[in-house]
């Protein structure tokens, strides 16, 4: 059946784009449970700052070691059959939380949500890399990535609420209930393009146009080893770790910066904390999202449009280095909205890269190596931040070892990965 070129093309993989989405909106939820509970938990196990920031980067740990065979997985088993198991194992690890009788139970729960929601990010970008042609990928993208901004800038205010009135366990065990809601949903409604009888002839073959990442994945993947010998690999992956130091640095220490550093109470800290959240979600679907695709749909140049944004918003990352010496909360969190707002606008166009670069039946792989190395500063940069304010009783040399790091990550986005294409393979 020929398709009229003037019908619209169906919508249904816009269905997909969303359920990425609220995935990474709940999950995000077990992870900012934690920076909420500081306190409570302080008065409940008698942790102190540095053990604080231990505890912030358990998560971490499991998380980054199950990146790069997650990557293989991934390639190997498919998105819907790992995404069933990790959706579930989260689940448990938010409920083995609340009702942990020791901080080590605690900390077991943990390592647990860490393996559970290792696959998330890797496993997105490669449904993106099936669901959209190449000039949707950004606001595709942005949608899942949006929603990590999203989740503390509602969640942090809510959790925080609740916590305040019935207690930490309660919302440990609320995100939990969340969790097991969205793993019956996701099983019921994932599948790939090739799988779903309700996508049309005629969307598939609009997804399928000019698409580097085919929907058939018939070549072997690439192996790791060869993967981690690209320029292009290495850059994205030290581009994306900077950024994600100071993302971790932000979820698990911003609450406890505001009302320490700025002698704010608690409630006000945690609502407070919202107002920078709230911004990066606009700035990560707006502009990260939406202004990439409309750019390079209007016919400029898809790589300099991408490599704008990706240097650009990284560069107002910096903008942290504001924070470091501000005397008001109002002065604080404009410079704390301009850096992880730009971050956060170059974050989906990074996410996109994978399926850009990659062979096609490696797109898994090379997102778990980058993912690989934004959990190693996931790990480092909330265990640094404790040492570094438990040293100094200020936040100024943390937020200034953030920005060195983020100059490393401009430096690899230039001279390793370089222009945005499919990378030439070197030999093994």
């Known amino acids: 059946m020929i398709q009229n070129p003037d019908q619209p093309?169906?919508?249904?993989?816009?269905?997909?784009?969303?359920?990425?989405?609220?995935?990474?909106?709940?999950?995000?939820?077990?992870?900012?449970?934690?920076?909420?509970?500081?306190?409570?938990?302080?008065?409940?196990?008698?942790?102190?700052?540095?053990?604080?920031?231990?505890?912030?980067?358990?998560?971490?740990?499991?998380?980054?070691?199950?990146?790069?065979?997650?990557?293989?997985?991934?390639?190997r088993f498919g998105v819907r059959r790992v995404g069933r198991v990790s959706t579930f194992l989260w689940s448990i690890a938010s409920f083995g939380a609340a009702a942990t009788p020791n901080l080590g139970g605690f900390f077991a729960a943990r390592l647990l949500l860490g393996i559970g929601e290792a696959p998330t990010f890797p496993s997105n970008a490669k449904a993106i890399g099936f669901w959209f042609p190449p000039q949707e990928r950004s606001f595709a993208t942005s949608i899942f990535d949006a929603a990590a901004k999203f989740s503390s800038a509602i969640g942090v205010p809510a959790l925080g609420i609740i916590l305040l009135t019935v207690g930490w366990r309660w919302s440990f065990a609320l995100t939990g209930l969340i969790s097991l809601a969205y793993f019956f949903l996701f099983t019921v409604f994932y599948r790939d393009p090739d799988d779903d009888p309700e996508l049309s002839e005629a969307?598939?073959?609009?997804?399928?146009?000019?698409?580097?990442?085919?929907?058939?994945?018939?070549?072997?993947?690439?192996?790791?080893?060869?993967?981690?010998?690209?320029?292009?690999?290495?850059?994205?992956?030290?581009?994306?770790?900077?950024?994600?130091?100071?993302?971790?640095?932000?979820?698990?220490?911003?609450?406890?910066?505001?009302?320490?550093?700025?002698?704010?109470?608690?409630?006000?800290?945690?609502?407070?904390?919202?107002?920078?959240?709230?911004?990066?979600?606009?700035?990560?679907?707006?502009?990260?999202?939406?202004?990439?695709?409309?750019?390079?749909?209007?016919?400029?140049?898809?790589?300099?449009?991408?490599?704008?944004?990706?240097?650009?918003?990284?560069?107002?990352?910096?903008?942290?280095?504001?924070?470091?010496?501000?005397?008001?909360?109002?002065?604080?969190?404009i410079w704390i909205s301009i850096s992880i707002g730009g971050l956060s606008a170059a974050a989906p166009v990074g996410w996109s890269i994978p399926s850009f670069i990659a062979p096609r039946s490696s797109v898994g792989s090379v997102g778990g190596i980058v993912n690989f190395s934004n959990q190693l500063s996931g790990i480092a940069a909330p265990i640094i931040t404790g040492y570094l304010v438990a040293a100094h009783h200020s936040f100024a040399l943390a937020f200034g070892v953030s920005a060195a790091y983020l100059v490393a990550g401009i430096a690899g986005y230039i001279f390793l990965l370089g222009k945005i294409e499919p990378m030439e393979m070197q030999a093994t």
């Open 9 to 75: 093309i169906p919508r249904r993989r816009w269905r997909i784009a969303w359920l990425l989405g609220l995935g990474v909106l709940v999950n995000y939820f077990d992870r900012v449970n934690l920076s909420v509970s500081h306190d409570a938990l302080y008065t409940t196990f008698g942790i102190s700052t540095v053990a604080f920031g231990y505890l912030s980067g358990a998560y971490n740990w499991t998380y980054a070691l199950c990146q790069l065979p997650i990557g293989v997985m991934l390639d």
């Open 203 to 333: 969307e598939k073959r609009f997804i399928r146009e000019d698409a580097p990442v085919v929907l058939v994945a018939e070549e072997k993947p690439a192996p790791l080893s060869s993967l981690l010998r690209q320029r292009k690999v290495l850059g994205l992956a030290l581009g994306f770790g900077s950024y994600n130091y100071v993302f971790y640095l932000l979820l698990t220490w911003l609450p406890t910066y505001l009302s320490s550093a700025l002698h704010i109470d608690l409630l006000h800290s945690f609502l407070y904390t919202g107002v920078p959240w709230l911004f990066a979600t606009v700035t990560d679907l707006v502009v990260g999202g939406w202004l990439v695709d409309a750019l390079i749909q209007r016919g400029w140049n898809a790589n300099r449009v991408r490599k704008v944004i990706l240097i650009g918003g990284t560069a107002c990352g910096l903008g942290i280095l504001g924070a470091a010496h501000a005397h008001t909360a109002v002065r604080a969190l």
